[in-house]
Nanobody, 121 residues
Framework: VQLQASGGGLVQAGGSLRLSCAAS??????TGWFRQAPGKEREFVSL????????YYADSVKGRFTISRDNPKNTVNLQMNSLKPEDTGVYYC?????????????????WGQGTLVTVSS
């Protein structure tokens, strides 16, 4: 599976960005978004399960971010509103072929190249 993440950029605090993750094919069960700030470990942001559309969010983004899927395009979008400086980082999408619910980056076998999000104060 090849993943292409896009949509990052520079935005002021309070602004919005929309990230997209396009997959080359659809043999996986879950798509997750993760982010990594400078000097920090990669952390979970959100996921969506393709079987039933279930979603899950990290507490830090709940109510501000919305994940959605576009089935015909094998694409997952992450709408990010009310952005804060602490949302700054490289955002990665990843997919997991096995079933089950997991927030751990090590459980996702395929990763996109990352897209940089910078939120200025």
């Amino acid at each position: 599976v090849q993943l292409q993440a896009s949509g990052g950029g520079l935005v002021q605090a309070g602004g919005s960005l929309r990230l997209s993750c396009a997959a080359s094919e659809r043999s996986f069960r879950t798509t997750g978004w993760f982010r990594q700030a400078p000097g920090k470990e990669r952390e979970f942001v959100s996921l969506i399960m393709w079987d039933d559309g279930s979603t899950y969010y990290a507490d830090s983004v709940k109510g501000r971010f919305t994940i959605s899927r576009d089935n015909p395009k094998n694409t997952v979008n992450l709408q990010m509103n009310s952005l804060k400086p602490e949302d700054t980082g490289v955002y990665y999408c990843a997919v997991r072929k096995r079933g089950g619910f997991t927030l751990s980056p090590s459980e996702y076998g395929y990763w996109g190249q990352g897209t940089l999000v910078t939120v200025s104060s």
